[in-house]
């Protein structure tokens, strides 16, 4: 395959960007989407072009660090992260545009690496059941039905990727932030806590400049382990009643 | 007996007398040094041990323990669970990452499951059982104290997870769920799908954020540690470079663990992260550390073949595969390139049912991997040809299916056939899947006593990074329970001990330790960018990785050893003379961060070689040819080899020093494992 690749360069966080022509030939339909850009990178650098940044860590779906605007949706026109995107979506001759997650609480570090630290952050206010090491008690002394320990998975399984954020019109954060707080709230330990967690993820979210949620939907469309769009329900849900509460 | 004699080794088949064999293949590549041994498990009765170390460990009063600084790198499984734990305790905590969030790291990728003795099915498991396991897994190549100690600790993990909130697969009653894992005849595995690893991690990133949150734990992400400060003989902070900046930063502490992961990456395809590399436990071994049996590689026989020169990393599917899957070749080489639906049941050679019809499909890892590398070796491997080769062979569902029915066999496998169709483009229900082994996990690590310290005072060391537990082969669902095990609850005892002696004589910034490190950082970074060649390192990467593949891979020669060692070196020169990387030490370069892993995996993987060539038998996961029964089976040489191999760094271009821990059991009988 031969492909164009529209990308976008920015060589810092201070300085703007824009986007770059490049061709690349020799793609096979067998390579992943990373894969197909070190080709680029193995190309450019042997033109002595400084190659380009992006970011991707197990390459195999899991770890969240990967992450593109592809043709304007967040990983591409697959269900999948970035990584586990392969070239046999796409066909010879197309042109592709490749831009960094779009959304002013994920600052540019450099080209298509964006800081996704407002996450991190996020969790820290809240994310969490406060149980010291060793403080535990036998793990059979907490019964957990089995519907609420398959619902509590089913939505722990996000990967903090960021895609929700990117391909929401808001750039609103309510699917990474009610994902946690549905993966939490199910569980018999998560309730002590329930009421400040989502009180100061909230808080927290806002703070860093996300958007507010309008039920769009294209973060659950987009996301590459499917995290169900009710969990903002349950988020609102919970922020009412911790409200109401007193919090 | 099982183990025939080698012919080319000796003409004893006893393991019970000693042999005496005066050729050592690595002769020429080692200084012989003083045995070693570890000083800090206390002696008798094995059950006792941990108890006794726990008490005899000093205490550090809360009050003192906020003037203890302490640096972790990596956060992982092993790190992450060490740095919240050790900052709930009331440390100073630093923790370093290269990741963009702790939540990244590799640990996340694990998928079967985490091993516990808690003996919910009542079917016989217990502490002893579990060590008893994981000791025979280990070929008896582990420390029996170290290991005990973790199969000891494991129910405890379940419990702070369950506790954290990690959703585990749970019965109708709303108890865990465990299943049997990796062949052993207990149901100790607790899982969370097929992503227990993502789980787990989440735990300890969340416990860990909250100690953020609390201001006793300071994250540093996107930071890579490219040195170690050794003061006055003890390890006393890093040298980090900030990834996005390229600032190179002195963090100082009291103490230093490193939790930063195996070293997988040196065969440059495996299923480790990209990123993975062996970093920060070279520069520690270059400062004092000993390397501990770096040989020892875990191969995996059950993953996605290459596709092309192209290939940046292998993915793995289960093992389970092969409860249903019929692995087969076609036996005329012509018909390699062919449909396999079109190759009649004549033609095909279902080569394991053939050599181990009792085992089958089923026969352990490294047999089924290496009986793979032999079919493709010889030009019977199917797939796409990458360098001349096909590398891959089929494992066939076809008759599951007729057997069972789609349903049952999409009901069991039903995501890994979705994984492996998305990556290859092929259908598994209508085509038989390809598989190929990939290098999975790495035993070897930096040698640590009993309190997880290495050979440097004050540097201690967790998880993958150390080589404890395993011995020469780790068992499935073990490697989530000994990263757990280290960083909540093992490291945090015994640290307390070596940090008892404090408070610390302070370092001063312009200590020569400090300025050594720091100067030695920059001085390789400016030699990366200023060489100017022609290749790029990732072409040199592939290139170290082929080698160590073909020569230290799953069957390892003399001759072929030698020969790597040779040609590691001489690539490694032509890296120093010949590599271009562009961009500047002073932003975000990925090629100067691949440069400096790279640089450190020639190394590491000269050193590989030559542990390899010393320990001429075969056990776990390192076969020597030379070491085998007539059945192609793994013969150990207890009587000359059941040492850890712990190596030292005598500088640059010297021989690594050689000093052997012998390995003594109290608590288990060594046997020779038999799979006839």
Same mark, same amino acid.
């Given at each position: 395959?031969?492909?164009?690749?529209?990308?976008?360069?920015?060589?810092?966080?201070?300085?703007?960007?824009?986007?770059?022509?490049?061709?690349?030939?020799?793609?096979?339909?067998?390579?992943?989407?990373?894969?197909?850009?070190?080709?680029?990178?193995?190309?450019?650098?042997?033109?002595?072009?400084?190659?380009?940044?992006?970011?991707? $860590?197990?390459?195999?779906?899991?770890?969240?660090?990967?992450?593109?605007?592809?043709?304007?949706?967040?990983?591409?026109?697959?269900?999948?992260?970035?990584?586990?995107?392969?070239?046999?979506?796409?066909?010879?001759?197309?042109?592709?545009?490749?831009?960094?997650?779009?959304?002013?609480?994920?600052?540019?570090?450099?080209?298509?690496?964006?800081?996704?630290?407002?996450?991190?952050?996020?969790?820290?206010?809240?994310?969490?059941?406060?149980?010291?090491?060793?403080?535990?008690?036998?793990?059979?002394?907490?019964?957990?039905?089995?519907?609420?320990?398959?619902?509590?998975?089913?939505?722990?399984? !996000?990967?903090?990727?960021?895609?929700?954020?990117?391909?929401?019109?808001?750039?609103?954060?309510?699917?990474?932030?009610?994902?946690?707080?549905?993966?939490?709230?199910?569980?018999?330990?998560?309730?002590?806590?329930?009421?400040?967690?989502?009180?100061?993820?909230?808080?927290?979210?806002?703070?860093?400049?996300?958007?507010?949620?309008?039920?769009?939907?294209? !973060?659950?469309?987009?996301?590459?382990?499917?995290?169900?769009?009710?969990?903002?329900?349950?988020?609102?849900?919970?922020?009412?009643?911790?409200?109401?509460?007193?919090? | 007996?099982?183990?025939?004699?080698?012919?080319?080794?000796?003409?004893?088949?006893?393991?019970?007398?000693?042999?005496?064999? $005066?050729?050592?293949?690595?002769?020429?590549?080692?200084?012989?040094?003083?045995?070693?041994?570890?000083?800090?498990?206390?002696?008798?009765?094995?059950?006792?041990?941990?108890?006794?170390?726990?008490?005899?460990?000093?205490?550090?009063?809360?009050?003192?323990?906020?003037?203890?600084?302490?640096?972790?790198?990596?956060?992982?499984?092993?790190?992450?669970?060490?740095?919240?734990?050790?900052?709930?305790?009331?440390?100073?905590?630093?923790?370093?990452?290269?990741?963009?969030?702790?939540?990244?790291?590799?640990?996340?990728?694990?998928?079967?499951?985490?091993?516990?003795?808690?003996?919910?099915?009542?079917?016989?498991?217990?502490?002893?059982?579990?060590?008893?396991?994981?000791?025979?897994?280990?070929?008896?190549?582990?420390?029996?104290?170290?290991?005990?100690?973790?199969?000891?600790?494991?129910?405890?993990?379940?419990?702070?997870?369950?506790?954290?909130?990690?959703?585990?697969?749970?019965?109708?009653?709303?108890?865990?769920?465990?299943?049997?894992?990796?062949?052993?005849?207990?149901?100790?595995?607790?899982?969370?799908?097929?992503?227990?690893?993502?789980?787990?991690?989440?735990?300890?990133?969340?416990?860990?954020?909250?100690?953020?949150?609390?201001?006793?734990?300071?994250?540093?992400?996107?930071?890579?540690?490219?040195?170690?400060?050794?003061?006055?003989?003890?390890?006393?902070?890093?040298?980090?470079?900030?990834?996005?900046?390229?600032?190179?930063?002195?963090?100082?502490?009291?103490?230093?663990?490193?939790?930063?992961?195996?070293?997988?990456?040196?065969?440059?395809?495996?299923?480790?992260?990209?990123?993975?590399?062996?970093?920060?436990?070279?520069?520690?071994?270059?400062?004092?550390?000993?390397?501990?049996?770096?040989?020892?590689?875990?191969?995996?026989?059950?993953?996605?073949?290459?596709?092309?020169?192209?290939?940046?990393?292998?993915?793995?599917?289960?093992?389970?595969?092969?409860?249903?899957?019929?692995?087969?070749?076609?036996?005329?080489?012509?018909?390699?390139?062919?449909?396999?639906?079109?190759?009649?049941?004549?033609?095909?050679?279902?080569?394991?049912?053939?050599?181990?019809?009792?085992?089958?499909?089923?026969?352990?890892?490294?047999?089924?991997?290496?009986?793979?590398?032999?079919?493709?070796?010889?030009?019977?491997?199917?797939?796409?040809?990458?360098?001349?080769?096909?590398?891959?062979?089929?494992?066939?569902?076809?008759?599951?299916?007729?057997?069972?029915?789609?349903?049952?066999?999409?009901?069991?496998?039903?995501?890994?056939?979705?994984?492996?169709?998305?990556?290859?483009?092929?259908?598994?229900?209508?085509?038989?899947?390809?598989?190929?082994?990939?290098?999975?996990?790495?035993?070897?690590?930096?040698?640590?006593?009993?309190?997880?310290?290495?050979?440097?005072?004050?540097?201690?060391?967790?998880?993958?990074?150390?080589?404890?537990?395993?011995?020469?082969?780790?068992?499935?669902?073990?490697?989530?329970?000994?990263?757990?095990?280290?960083?909540?609850?093992?490291?945090?005892?015994?640290?307390?001990?070596?940090?008892?002696?404090?408070?610390?004589?302070?370092?001063?910034?312009?200590?020569?330790?400090?300025?050594?490190?720091?100067?030695?950082?920059?001085?390789?970074?400016?030699?990366?960018?200023?060489?100017?060649?022609?290749?790029?390192?990732?072409?040199?990467?592939?290139?170290?990785?082929?080698?160590?593949?073909?020569?230290?891979?799953?069957?390892?020669?003399?001759?072929?050893?030698?020969?790597?060692?040779?040609?590691?070196?001489?690539?490694?020169?032509?890296?120093?003379?010949?590599?271009?990387?562009?961009?500047?030490?002073?932003?975000?370069?990925?090629?100067?961060?691949?440069?400096?892993?790279?640089?450190?995996?020639?190394?590491?993987?000269?050193?590989?070689?030559?542990?390899?060539?010393?320990?001429?038998?075969?056990?776990?996961?390192?076969?020597?040819?030379?070491?085998?029964?007539?059945?192609?089976?793994?013969?150990?040489?207890?009587?000359?080899?059941?040492?850890?191999?712990?190596?030292?760094?005598?500088?640059?271009?010297?021989?690594?020093?050689?000093?052997?821990?012998?390995?003594?059991?109290?608590?288990?009988?060594?046997?020779?494992?038999?799979?006839?």
């Amino acid at each position: 395959m031969k492909l164009t690749l529209k990308i976008w360069r920015q060589p810092d966080a201070a300085t703007d960007g824009s986007m770059h022509t490049y061709d690349v030939d020799d793609v096979s339909e067998d390579m992943s989407f990373l894969e197909m850009l070190d080709v680029l990178n193995e190309q450019l650098n042997a033109k002595g072009e400084d190659p380009i940044a992006f970011d991707s $860590d197990c390459r195999e779906g899991i770890c969240g660090m990967c992450g593109l605007m592809i043709n304007g949706e967040a990983h591409g026109p697959v269900t999948t992260t970035t990584c586990q995107l392969h070239m046999r979506s796409f066909t010879d001759g197309e042109t592709i545009t490749i831009e960094p997650w779009r959304s002013d609480a994920f600052p540019v570090l450099k080209d298509l690496v964006v800081d996704r630290g407002a996450f991190d952050r996020i969790i820290q206010q809240g994310g969490y059941i406060s149980v010291n090491t060793g403080s535990a008690p036998e793990a059979h002394s907490i019964q957990v039905p089995k519907d609420a320990a398959d619902r509590a998975f089913d939505v722990a399984t !996000c990967i903090g990727c960021g895609a929700c954020v990117a391909a929401c019109p808001n750039g609103s954060a309510s699917l990474f932030m009610g994902a946690k707080i549905t993966h939490l709230g199910e569980l018999p330990q998560g309730q002590a806590e329930r009421d400040s967690r989502v009180v100061n993820m909230v808080a927290q979210h806002d703070h860093e400049g996300f958007g507010g949620c309008t039920n769009i939907g294209e !973060c659950t469309a987009a996301c590459p382990k499917e995290i169900p769009l009710d969990v903002i329900s349950q988020l609102n849900r919970d922020l009412r009643t911790a409200l109401k509460h007193g919090h | 007996m099982t183990d025939m004699p080698d012919t080319t080794l000796t003409s004893d088949p006893s393991h019970d007398a000693p042999l005496h064999v $005066d050729t050592d293949d690595a002769v020429d590549y080692y200084t012989p040094g003083s045995p070693i041994a570890d000083t800090k498990a206390p002696t008798g009765p094995i059950d006792e041990r941990w108890q006794t170390r726990k008490f005899e460990a000093r205490l550090v009063n809360p009050a003192n323990r906020r003037k203890l600084s302490i640096i972790i790198v990596g956060t992982g499984l092993a790190g992450a669970s060490a740095a919240a734990t050790l900052g709930e305790a009331g440390y100073v905590v630093k923790s370093f990452c290269y990741q963009d969030s702790p939540r990244r790291a590799h640990s996340i990728a694990a998928q079967g499951g985490i091993n516990a003795a808690k003996n919910y099915k009542e079917d016989g498991d217990s502490v002893h059982r579990l060590f008893y396991d994981t000791v025979k897994g280990g070929d008896y190549r582990s420390r029996e104290s170290n290991v005990y100690r973790l199969a000891e600790v494991s129910t405890n993990i379940i419990d702070q997870c369950v506790a954290q909130g990690v959703p585990f697969a749970r019965e109708y009653g709303g108890l865990l769920d465990n299943r049997s894992f990796g062949g052993v005849q207990v149901s100790r595995t607790f899982y969370a799908r097929g992503q227990t690893g993502q789980q787990l991690l989440i735990g300890a990133y969340q416990a860990l954020e909250r100690q953020v949150a609390a201001g006793t734990v300071t994250t540093y992400t996107r930071h890579e540690m490219l040195e170690v400060i050794v003061a006055d003989g003890k390890a006393r902070g890093i040298i980090a470079r900030d990834m996005v900046t390229g600032e190179i930063q002195t963090h100082l502490a009291d103490v230093v663990v490193l939790a930063s992961g195996g070293y997988g990456n040196v065969f440059y395809l495996s299923t480790n992260a990209m990123g993975c590399n062996v970093t920060a436990a070279w520069r520690a071994h270059r400062k004092g550390a000993y390397m501990a049996n770096p040989c020892y590689t875990q191969i995996h026989p059950t993953c996605i073949p290459v596709s092309g020169s192209h290939q940046s990393k292998l993915t793995l599917m289960s093992e389970s595969l092969r409860n249903d899957g019929r692995i087969w070749v076609p036996k005329n080489k012509a018909d390699c390139a062919k449909d396999p639906r079109e190759i009649p049941e004549a033609d095909r050679d279902y080569y394991l049912e053939r050599i181990y019809p009792s085992f089958g499909n089923l026969v352990p890892r490294d047999i089924a991997s290496r009986a793979a590398k032999y079919q493709c070796d010889d030009g019977r491997g199917v797939g796409p040809e990458v360098d001349g080769v096909r590398r891959g062979v089929y494992l066939d569902f076809a008759d599951a299916i007729a057997r069972l029915g789609r349903d049952a066999v999409e009901e069991k496998y039903g995501n890994l056939f979705d994984m492996y169709a998305r990556i290859t483009g092929e259908n598994p229900y209508e085509v038989p899947m390809r598989i190929y082994p990939a290098v999975h996990y790495v035993m070897g690590g930096l040698w640590v006593d009993y309190d997880l310290q290495s050979s440097i005072p004050g540097l201690f060391v967790t998880g993958e990074a150390n080589f404890s537990d395993h011995g020469a082969n780790r068992l499935g669902a073990s490697a989530l329970m000994q990263g757990l095990a280290d960083g909540y609850f093992v490291l945090p005892h015994t640290i307390r001990d070596y940090l008892a002696d404090g408070p610390f004589e302070q370092v001063a910034d312009d200590h020569p330790a400090v300025v050594e490190a720091r100067a030695s950082v920059e001085q390789r970074i400016e030699h990366y960018l200023t060489v100017n060649g022609t290749r790029s390192v990732d072409s040199y990467h592939r290139e170290l990785g082929h080698i160590m593949w073909e020569y230290c891979g799953m069957e390892r020669t003399e001759e072929g050893l030698k020969k790597a060692i040779d040609l590691i070196r001489s690539l490694k020169d032509d890296f120093n003379r010949n590599v271009k990387v562009l961009g500047t030490a002073d932003s975000l370069n990925q090629s100067l961060e691949k440069a400096g892993r790279v640089a450190d995996f020639f190394e590491l993987g000269e050193l590989m070689c030559i542990d390899a060539l010393n320990r001429r038998e075969s056990c776990g996961g390192h076969f020597r040819a030379e070491s085998q029964t007539e059945d192609g089976e793994a013969l150990r040489h207890d009587d000359q080899y059941a040492y850890v191999a712990a190596w030292e760094f005598a500088g640059d271009g010297e021989k690594p020093v050689l000093h052997k821990e012998d390995l003594v059991y109290t608590a288990i009988e060594m046997k020779q494992r038999s799979y006839k």
